[in-house]
């Protein structure tokens, strides 16, 4: 076993500069994407942050447990998915309402109205040629410069990790859907 010392030099470079704004992803087969970025939310509101979360595929009729409470808190809250595709019987239907959310989220980013943009689980949408991932890099890269945006969803692309100033894979080291347990109310959502 490697022996481990506490650090007594200070590991943080010298001369760093500060960001307007950030972009972070938040990718990977393991659980803690969207919780994560939900953590940034509260960091984000306790410095007076106005805040929007947009989720891409989970539909309004869902109100999980962080939905009720960011909205009592002022996060301007929109789920626009059109639920679980395994539940769905019209693919077409479930893209055009992706596509709409797309264009929602792409104008809250534009009008600089919001210090943090949330788009929750948006790779799948690009990953499954729903939208152009083209148009979401234009969309972040030509930001005004105070919005923050946080990226979820698995398996990111290639052109999106390359624009993101942080991004972190969640690994799958298990799960305990693996041994048959459902999702927990408090724990996942
Ligand atoms: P969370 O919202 O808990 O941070 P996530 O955003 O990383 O999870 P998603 O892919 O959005 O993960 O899936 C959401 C739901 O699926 C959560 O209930 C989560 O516990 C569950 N989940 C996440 N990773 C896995 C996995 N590897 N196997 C099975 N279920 C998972
Ligand atoms: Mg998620």
């Not at 650090?7 to 659980?31: F, I, Q």
């Not at 972190?168 to 859907?177: I, L, Q, R």
């Amino acid at each position: 076993m490697t022996e481990h010392q506490a650090p007594t030099e200070d590991p943080r470079p010298s001369g760093l500069r500060n960001a307007e704004s950030l972009v972070v992803v938040l990718t990977g087969n393991g659980k803690g994407k969207s919780s994560s970025a939900f953590g940034m939310v509260m960091r984000g509101l306790a410095r007076q942050w106005k805040v929007a979360v947009v989720q891409f595929i989970k539909s309004g009729d869902w109100a999980v447990g962080e939905q009720r409470i960011c909205e009592s808190l002022g996060v301007t809250w929109l789920s626009l998915g059109a639920g679980f595709t395994w539940d769905s019987n019209d693919l077409e239907h479930d893209k055009a309402v992706a596509r709409a959310a797309w264009s929602t989220a792409a104008d809250l980013i534009a009008t600089g109205d919001f210090d943090l943009v949330v788009l929750d689980e948006i790779t799948y949408l690009p990953t499954w040629n729903w939208i152009d991932v083209s148009s979401v890099v234009d969309s972040i890269t030509s930001r005004p410069p105070h919005v923050n945006v946080i990226c979820t969803g698995r398996d990111a692309p290639d052109e999106l990790i390359a624009i993101a100033d942080t991004v972190t894979s969640m690994t799958n080291v298990k799960h305990a859907y693996d041994s048959g347990i459902a999702a927990k109310r408090g724990i996942d959502y």
